[in-house]
Every structure is written in structure tokens, then in C-alpha cells.
């Protein structure tokens, strides 16, 4: 008899994985922003980019970073990741599940993590650690008992052939 396969994906590496595959779809010049949300028995549940809302154009809405008005910049327009993967689940209550996502969520989609029952968020960067915005995300998460915890790289390099 065989024995089974010892290197195969981690529950972590795949939904990660997952996550980074997603945001692979976004259309953002700067930000590929991607999300994965999964049961608590290794389901997956929803998935999302950053993008425009649907009936939004990409090609009529602007993707700049910088502008004299606000109304000329993506930030005002574009829905992250996180809630467009709660906003994509049709299954009813996301109560206990858990987030990947391959930046650290805002404190707008921190909300609607908590709101969503969203339990744990399992993220890859965190490069706007310091900004006031991260900083409230991670106070809401402590508050109201949302773990996160950051996602350890195996080492082990993934390859997708299309």
C-alpha cells in the first residue's frame, strides 16, 4: 500500500491562496486586494476584491490614487475586499467563520467583520499598521473579540498554470 501524500496545502496556505487568487481579479493599478471567508469546518463560503460596485464602470470611474478633488480619486468609490465577500455570501449567517485576507482590513470593513459574526481574520500584510484607521480596526477586533493573527509563509512556493 501507498502511504498518502505529506506535502500537500495546509488549510492556511489553500485559503490564502484562495485569497491572493481573488485579488488577482481586481482591476486597481495599485491595490490587488483579495478575500476568502470559510466555515468552521474548512468550507468556503465567499470570496472578493477590491473593485467597483456593481453597474460602476472601471473604465469611467477613476483608479487614482491622488486628485484636487476626492471625486477624482478610487478611494471614495471602490468597496474592499472584505466587503465585497460578505456582501457576495448568499448562504445566510456568516456567524463563526473566518477571513482570510492579504492585507489587514480597514476600520470600515473591520465593522462589517463584526457585524457579520466574522470570529477570526487571518491576514498576510499589514503595512498600514500604523495609520489611524488599522489602529481603530484592531481596538473594535480586541473589543469585541475578533481574533486575528497574522499568516506565517511556508516557504513553499505555489505555482497556477491557466
Not at 483579495?34 to 467597483?52: A, P, T
Not at 468609490?77 to 449567517?93: D, F, K, M, P, Q
Request: glycine share 8%.
Amino acid at each position: 500500500m501507498t502511504a498518502k501524500r505529506k506535502d500537500y496545502l495546509t488549510w492556511d496556505e489553500y485559503f490564502m491562496g484562495v485569497a491572493f487568487l481573488s485579488g488577482m481579479r481586481s482591476k486597481d493599478p495599485n491595490s490587488q486586494v483579495g478575500s476568502c471567508i470559510v466555515s468552521q469546518d474548512n468550507k468556503i463560503l465567499s470570496m472578493g476584491y477590491n473593485g467597483f460596485p456593481k453597474g460602476c464602470s472601471d473604465d469611467e470611474f477613476p483608479w487614482a490614487r491622488e486628485g484636487e478633488d476626492s471625486l477624482d480619486t478610487k478611494y471614495i468609490y471602490v468597496t474592499h475586499s472584505e466587503l465585497n465577500a460578505i456582501l457576495n455570501y448568499r448562504g445566510g449567517s456568516l456567524e463563526g467563520a473566518k477571513l482570510y485576507v492579504s492585507l489587514f482590513p480597514c476600520n470600515e470593513c473591520a465593522k462589517a467583520i463584526i457585524q457579520a459574526g466574522i470570529r477570526t481574520v487571518i491576514y498576510d500584510s499589514d503595512k498600514y499598521a500604523d495609520t489611524p484607521s488599522v489602529r481603530a480596526s484592531k481596538k473594535m477586533f480586541d473589543a469585541a473579540g475578533v481574533r486575528y493573527y497574522k499568516y506565517i509563509h511556508s516557504g513553499r512556493k505555489m505555482t497556477v498554470l491557466l
